[in-house]
């Protein structure tokens, strides 16, 4: 019988063997094209955009929602992106095209690589908090930030999911201590996570399924606090109503990718040549929404609430790109911290780490690159929600 520590030393290396595999195929076949399709749109138009694309935007943090409708995030991620701005500040006007200008402009760049560092330093230290200081722990956490989601996702583009995926990280490890103030803490994290990009106020249902009544009210007081509150810098009322507008344009958009559930349909029709149906489609990513809350409410295992909650974040999100896809880091964590060594658990091992791989496999089978990331996801919480509501957990 393997004991547990030996078989999670086995898993670390398997998760990080496809990267390893991955970096040695380019680097003998020197096959440039192999490493040029990982790359988000497989070109190097985009890089970095959506941190300073925002920073342009929150230039003129007053009317940021009336200048574009390309601003998405609530108003504290953009009083964050005004801040980094005043650091290094331009004057440039406030459109689309600048952000490159802004990019470029002086010390940035470098501002961006710090910022980077920072919150891959913090990542790091969480794991190896929720995991153990251990080389294998580091291997893997290492192996996982250069994964196709990671260093050609949320780092190439420069997305905030990075930190938001930390933060939650953060507060789902403080929030069973013993430690009061961290317990505050993990509730102020999460509506922080909110205040940057909504869709993470879903993790508050955490503590409505433990019926930690009291925290929960606490949290929502949080999250509106955060919400509301930096309108005051962004237009006021008038601020909100704009952020409605330009929410309901976001929430309207559809692109045939492999991302989330609606684009997922939508590209799947475009290959069979069949007109999208964009009805079907948000009533079928309304299905999965409703599958992944139904089965957080009737399983009993702590790690597949954080699955379900990040399949959510992962598949649901409208427009979203392959950065989404770090989200599922929290559930590996929590389920490496968790997994027993049953028959389940190899195949989670398996479908977890083709998310967390970069796939060259991938590029010598054919197709884009989010396929490969994503299609495992799928995998993944259709086999949860099966084994939670049909099949039964061990």
């Given at each position: 019988m393997i004991s547990r520590e030996r078989r999670v030393q086995y898993l670390y290396f398997f998760f990080a063997w496809g990267g390893i595999i991955s970096f040695l195929l380019i680097l003998i076949l020197q096959n440039t094209g192999a490493g040029n399709w990982l790359v988000m749109e497989n070109n190097f138009?985009?890089?970095?955009?959506?941190?300073?694309?925002?920073?342009?935007?929150?230039?003129?943090?007053?009317?940021?929602?009336?200048?574009?409708?390309?601003a998405p995030f609530p108003p504290l991620a953009y009083i964050f992106f005004h801040l980094i701005y005043k650091i290094n500040p331009?004057?440039?006007?406030?459109?689309?095209?600048?952000?490159?200008?802004?990019?470029?402009?002086?010390?940035?760049?470098?501002?961006?690589?710090?910022?980077?560092?920072?919150?891959?330093?913090?990542?790091?230290?969480?794991?190896?908090?929720?995991?153990?200081?251990?080389?294998?722990?580091?291997?893997?956490?290492?192996?996982?930030?250069?994964?196709?989601?990671?260093?050609?996702?949320?780092?190439?583009?420069?997305?905030?999911?990075?930190?938001?995926?930390l933060l939650l990280l953060t507060s789902l490890f403080w929030k069973d201590t013993t430690i009061a103030w961290k317990r505050e803490a993990a509730l102020i994290l999460i509506a922080v996570s909110a205040g940057l990009k909504i869709y993470p106020a879903i993790f508050g249902l955490i503590y409505l399924k433990e019926k930690r009544w009291s925290e929960t009210v606490r949290l929502i007081i949080y999250g509106l606090m955060f919400f509301f509150v930096p309108f005051?810098?962004?237009?006021?009322?008038?601020?909100?109503?704009?952020?409605?507008?330009?929410?309901?344009?976001?929430?309207?958009?559809?692109?045939?990718?492999?991302?989330?559930?609606?684009?997922?349909?939508?590209?799947?029709q475009n290959r069979l040549g069949v007109e999208g149906n964009i009805y079907f489609a948000i009533i079928l990513e309304n299905i999965y929404?409703?599958?992944?809350?139904?089965?957080?409410?009737?399983?009993?295992?702590?790690?597949?609430?954080?699955?379900?909650?990040?399949?959510?974040?992962?598949?649901?999100?409208?427009?979203?790109?392959?950065?989404?896809?770090?989200?599922?880091?929290i559930p590996l964590v929590f389920w490496f911290k968790q997994q027993k060594g049953s028959w389940n658990d190899y195949i989670y091992a398996i479908l977890f780490s083709a998310v967390f791989t970069i796939p060259t496999h991938g590029y010598l089978l054919g197709g884009v690159a989010d396929f490969w990331i994503f299609l495992p996801v799928y995998l993944l919480m259709v086999f949860a929600v099966l084994e939670v509501l049909v099949m039964g957990e061990e």
């Open positions: 138009n985009w890089q970095f955009s959506d941190f300073f694309r925002q920073i342009v935007y929150a230039s003129d943090l007053r009317n940021i929602y009336f200048n574009t409708e390309d331009f004057s440039l006007p406030v459109e689309l095209k600048s952000w490159r200008q802004a990019q470029n402009h002086q010390y940035n760049l470098l501002i961006f690589l710090m910022f980077m560092i920072f919150v891959s330093i913090f990542l790091v230290d969480i794991v190896k908090k929720i995991l153990g200081n251990g080389r294998w722990t580091s291997f893997f956490i290492y192996s996982v930030l250069l994964s196709a989601p990671f260093l050609s996702g949320a780092i190439e583009r420069g997305n905030i999911a990075i930190v938001v995926c005051l810098f962004t237009g006021g009322l008038a601020g909100i109503r704009q952020y409605l507008n330009v929410l309901g344009v976001f929430g309207a958009s559809t692109a045939a990718r492999w991302t989330n559930v609606r684009n997922f349909w939508f590209a799947l929404f409703l599958f992944c809350i139904f089965s957080l409410f009737r399983t009993s295992k702590k790690w597949k609430c954080t699955l379900f909650l990040s399949g959510i974040l992962t598949l649901y999100i409208p427009n979203s790109y392959r950065y989404v896809a770090v989200y599922m880091l």
